[in-house]
C-alpha cells in the first residue's frame, strides 16, 4: 500500500545550527501535509502545515518545503535549540491522516 | 481545559482481561482519531471517526478491537482479551473535520499488559 516514510531516523545537531528533516511519501492524490512534533510522554504537536498547491510555508523559525515532482517534503528549523529535541513526524492526508516513522532530533548544547 | 483529554492516562492489566479506553475531544471537533504507537515507534493508525459513524476501520489490528463514539463527542476504544502484544500508548486526537484540518492530540493511554 501507499506510505508516508522518513529518510532519516535519527538527526543530531548543534546547538543554534539550522536542521533539516526530511519525508518522502507516495500517494500521489495526497494534498494536504502537516509536521507534528512529540516531546517524552505527550501527544503529537501540531508544527505547520503546507498544501499541495504551495511549495514553501514558513512559520515562526520553520520552514516547510513541498516537492511534489518527486514527493519530498522537508522541515527545515533555523537556529535549533534544545527545546527543539524531540521526535518529528510528517503526515499527508487524504480522508485519514497517516504518519511516517518519525525522525529523532537531537540538540547538542 | 480545552484540549483532547484521555483517560485513564496509565493502564496495566492481566491478559486475558479487557480494557476501556477513553477519549474526551475538543469540543465541537466533529472528527476523531484512534492511534496505536509503540516504544519509539511511530503512529499506527487505528480508526477514524467523522460524527458517530467510523468510515475507516481498516487500521483496526483484530476483531479483539472495537471502537464507539457516542453523541459525537466521547469515544471509547474497547480492547478484549488483552494479549501482550497489545502493550503500548494509545493515543486520540480529533479535529474539525475534512482532510484539511489538522489532529489535535491528547497525551495518550499508556497499556501494560502483564
Known amino acids: 500500500g501507499e506510505s508516508v516514510g522518513l529518510h532519516l531516523p535519527t538527526l543530531s545537531v548543534q546547538e543554534g545550527d539550522n536542521s533539516i528533516i526530511n519525508c518522502a511519501y507516495s500517494?500521489?492524490?495526497?494534498?494536504?501535509f502537516i509536521w507534528y512534533k512529540q516531546e517524552s510522554g505527550k501527544g503529537p504537536q501540531f508544527i505547520i502545515d503546507i498544501r499541495s498547491n504551495m511549495d514553501k510555508r514558513q512559520g515562526q523559525r520553520v520552514t516547510v518545503l513541498l516537492n511534489k515532482t518527486v514527493k519530498h517534503l522537508s522541515l527545515q528549523i533555523a537556529a535549533t535549540q534544545p527545546g527543539d529535541s524531540a521526535v518529528y513526524f510528517c503526515?499527508?492526508?487524504?480522508?485519514?491522516?497517516?504518519f511516517g516513522a518519525g525522525t529523532r532530533l537531537t540538540v547538542k548544547p | 481545559g480545552a484540549g483532547v483529554s484521555q483517560s485513564p492516562s496509565n493502564k496495566v492489566t492481566e491478559k486475558g482481561k479487557d480494557v476501556e479506553l477513553r477519549c474526551d475531544p475538543i469540543s465541537g471537533h466533529t472528527a476523531l482519531y484512534w492511534y496505536r504507537q509503540s516504544l519509539g515507534q511511530g503512529l499506527e493508525f487505528l480508526i477514524y471517526f467523522q460524527g458517530n459513524s467510523a468510515p475507516d476501520k481498516s487500521g483496526l489490528p483484530s476483531d479483539r478491537f472495537s471502537a464507539e463514539r457516542t453523541g459525537g463527542s466521547v469515544s471509547t476504544l474497547t480492547i478484549q482479551r488483552t494479549q501482550q502484544e497489545d502493550s503500548a500508548v494509545y493515543l486520540c486526537a480529533s479535529s474539525l473535520g475534512g482532510y484539511n484540518s489538522p489532529l489535535h492530540f491528547g497525551n495518550g493511554t499508556r497499556l501494560t499488559v502483564t
Open positions: 500517494n500521489s492524490a495526497s494534498d494536504y
Open positions: 503526515a499527508e492526508t487524504t480522508n485519514d491522516m497517516r
